[in-house]
């Protein structure tokens, strides 16, 4: 496969960076007598592409400065028509009509007969309607590029004089991952799933910390980022795109969300599969793919977690995992103009696409679980530190502040105040274990916490941030309280779970860590005990 | 001119002209290296104006064309 690079000034910066494409360019501004000569280089056999990228002042010629005459734009159009129908085998692309901002007719251009500014839009206007009727020419949109990133920054006078090099290296770049992503969507290559992460992802904060109405979602202040996101996802399943859910959560608080947040723009319909539960990323992601049956390699997975996009990455090397824009505002904009055109890029939009969600959804088929996932492997290489501190009299804000707000990985939901943690700490008949969590992807900070009784052997409040679930925190803390208890010559620990509207992800956290249950309440509360003389 | 602005327009250069490094020392110009044409000084500067964030005039386009020269220029910025 090679490629005839045709123009009227010098693309040769160009040619280094289409690599690995084999790409020639053809001899200089000789782009219309090789569209039309039917002995051209063009026309052979050897180029099964065909690059038109071209300056269309150069073309537009004297027409700029005003002079009426017949400039090359139109026989470029005709020629590009003609070359495609001779060549259908032959895929030609090629772009918009730009010209630069240089007006001679400076704030009279709009209004007057000869304008540029209008003569430009009348032949972009042929230009689309000639690439909608040819389906081997594939236009990009060089007008967009400028607009976006700006003429100043992309154009060189300097080069230009120097050796007709309109361009800047910046342009060049933009230009070669252009046309890479355009022929990848004219190949109809992009992929087919978006996995999204829940909490800081399609909205701001935590919906079990929060409440389904409180999180950042709106169309005023912030929140508006969220809700944009969602609208430019909602646009994406209109392409053909699948869009699931890949959550650790309590289904109950997203249910919620969906059944009563006005402020969503997605509804369950809008996604192919719903995965909200604690279990491992990786393992829901391709239970995704069994349920849709389509390959890891047209996934994208999406979350604001560095360590949850690690696991994936690492464990599902097919699927693409994009980094995270660092700010939450930048959300839309990096979506639609970095994440849609690298993975989602579509040049042909057909009736079907806009109805594949409902299309999998009725299909949705149970495949058996069949990865091979090595979650362990993993959770080594993150290099978790944790440090535990008891009865430090600097971490009782913090201490305070994580009974108040913690809600689902909380066995008690004790809330307490700043005096009340001081006094724990001060106390001879209390412990306060304070756990502080890092590895490579940065501190997460205290993230755990248990107030011990000490005289009874009960552990008063223990709870724990939901994004350390499943590291192996929980087991660090316990062993602390049990080295503690035992210093206290106590041969039996004592748990309790007091259930809320938020805590069930703990209901039976005791039983998996060697408790056994003593008794159970009416009311739901229950009582263990755990034997460590 | 500094060895490290040396080394670093030599290894810039044989990237753009897609030459071993071992083609080039502090004395190779356009006239010692044949792949250094008209074309390829272009992209040299290219490359130069991005990699160092400068703006060249076409003075100094004309005048860049040893490896003397270059790395004299990124020694000033």
Redesign the interface.
């Known amino acids: 496969m090679k490629t005839l690079l045709l123009s009227n000034i010098?693309m040769?910066?160009l040619v280094?960076l289409l690599k690995p494409a084999e790409v020639v360019c053809g001899a200089y501004n000789s782009i219309l007598m090789d569209l039309v000569d039917p002995e051209s280089p063009a026309a052979s056999d050897e180029f099964d592409r065909v690059f038109c990228l071209f300056d269309t002042d150069s073309l537009l010629g004297d027409v700029a400065f005003g002079e009426e005459g017949p400039d090359q734009c139109e026989t470029l159009i005709a020629a590009l028509g003609q070359f495609c129908n001779r060549h259908p085998g032959k895929i030609v692309l090629a772009h918009t009509f730009c010209a630069s901002t240089s007006r001679w007719l400076s704030f009279a251009d709009l209004a007057h007969p000869q304008s540029l500014r209008s003569r430009e839009a009348a032949l972009n206007e042929r230009l689309i309607a000639l690439a909608r009727e040819t389906a081997n020419l594939l236009l990009i949109d060089l007008e967009a590029i400028v607009r976006r990133h700006g003429e100043a920054a992309l154009m060189s006078s300097?080069?230009w004089?120097?050796?007709r090099?309109r361009y800047?290296?910046?342009m060049?770049r933009i230009l070669a991952t252009t046309i890479q992503q355009a022929l990848e969507a004219y190949a109809n290559r992009s992929r087919k799933v978006l996995v999204l992460d829940l909490d800081n992802t399609l909205w701001g904060g935590i919906v079990g910390e929060l409440g389904p109405l409180d999180v950042a979602l709106s169309e005023e202040g912030g929140g508006r980022c969220f809700r944009d996101f969602q609208r430019a996802l909602k646009a994406l399943t209109k392409t053909g795109v699948l869009l699931a859910i890949c959550s650790k959560n309590n289904a109950a608080d997203v249910d919620e969300v969906f059944d009563r947040n006005e402020m969503m723009i997605l509804s369950r319909e809008d996604f192919a599969s719903l995965r909200v539960d604690w279990q491992p990323k990786p393992e829901n992601i391709v239970d995704i793919a069994n349920a849709l049956d389509l390959g890891l390699d047209s996934f994208v997975f999406i979350d604001d977690n560095p360590v949850e996009r690690a696991l994936v990455a690492s464990t599902l090397p097919e699927v693409a995992v994009p980094e995270f824009p660092r700010r939450v505002e930048d959300l839309p904009q990096w979506f639609s103009r970095e994440i849609v055109p690298r993975y989602f890029g579509k040049y042909f939009i057909g009736e079907e696409d806009r109805n594949k969600t409902a299309q999998y959804r009725a299909n949705e088929v149970r495949h058996t679980l069949s990865a091979n996932l090595d979650l362990g492997a993993f959770l080594a290489e993150l290099g978790i530190e944790c440090t535990l501190h008891v009865d430090s009299a600097d971490l009782v804000t913090r201490a305070a502040q994580m009974t108040q707000k913690t809600n689902q990985f909380n066995l008690t939901t004790r809330r307490y105040q700043v005096p009340d943690l001081k006094r724990f700490v001060d106390s001879t008949d209390h412990a306060v274990i304070l756990l502080d969590y890092k590895d490579r992807f940065g501190s997460e900070g205290a993230v755990g916490l248990a107030i011990l009784d000490l005289p009874a052997g009960r552990i008063d409040t223990f709870l724990m941030s939901c994004r350390v679930i499943g590291r192996g925190v929980e087991e660090r803390i316990i062993g602390k309280a049990i080295e503690l208890f035992r210093q206290r010559g106590i041969a039996k620990m004592v748990g309790e779970f007091i259930p809320t509207r938020k805590n069930g992800l703990v209901a039976s956290f005791y039983e998996g860590q060697g408790f056994s249950l003593v008794s159970q309440a009416e009311d739901g509360r229950k009582l263990y005990e755990r034997i460590i003389s | 001119m500094s060895e490290r602005a040396v080394r670093e327009i030599i290894a810039l250069i044989a990237a753009?002209l897609?030459i071993p490094e071992s083609r080039l020392s502090a004395a190779s110009s356009s006239d010692t290296t044949p792949e250094w044409d008209?074309?390829g000084h272009?992209?040299i500067?290219?490359?130069v104006?991005?990699r160092y964030g400068i703006?060249?005039?076409?003075e100094a386009?004309?005048e860049l064309t040893s490896i003397t020269a270059l790395a004299g220029l990124i020694d000033k910025t």
């Open positions: 010098n040769q910066p280094a300097t080069f004089y120097a050796g090099i800047t290296k910046q060049f | 753009e897609e008209s074309v272009l992209n500067c290219l490359a104006q991005d703006s060249l005039d076409m386009i004309g």
